[in-house]
């Protein structure tokens, strides 16, 4: 069984900070891509940030320069920092990962549960 469990959503006031984790665990073989989307009510789900298995990273416009997405292997925990946050930057953040499970039956996205990030003065 693969889990990804998200924390570090909050209200945060516009040009605050906020850096979301999402750790994986369960029986894992090799996680691939991680990543963030978001969906604002309204609108339709965008993909905020993604990295690969060894780090090459890639943002949508609206949050580069502000977003800084990391990962940490050794913990299977991937990481989302945002500064400079506006209120166009509130929505349910959801993570993902591209996971091999540890009999290598299966190769899969896995979701997070989401966590709301507000921003609002």
């Known amino acids: 069984q693969v889990q990804l469990v998200e924390s570090g959503g909050g209200l945060v006031q516009p040009g605050g900070s906020l850096r979301l984790s999402c750790a994986a665990s369960?029986?894992?073989?090799?996680?691939?891509?991680m990543g963030w989307y978001r969906q604002a009510p309204g609108k339709q789900r965008e993909l905020v940030a993604t990295?690969?298995?060894?780090?090459?990273?890639n943002y949508t416009n609206s949050v580069k320069g502000r977003f800084t997405i990391s990962r940490d292997n050794a913990k299977i925990t991937g990481y989302l920092q945002m500064n400079s946050l506006n209120l166009e930057d509130t929505a349910v953040y959801l993570c993902?990962?591209?996971?091999?499970?540890?009999?290598?039956?299966?190769?899969?996205?896995?979701w997070g549960q989401g966590t709301q990030v507000t921003v609002s003065s």
């Open positions: 990295i690969s298995r060894g780090g090459t990273t």
């Open positions: 993902y990962a591209d996971i091999t499970n540890a009999d290598l039956t299966t190769r899969r996205i896995y």
């Open positions: 369960g029986s894992i073989f090799r996680v691939y891509d």
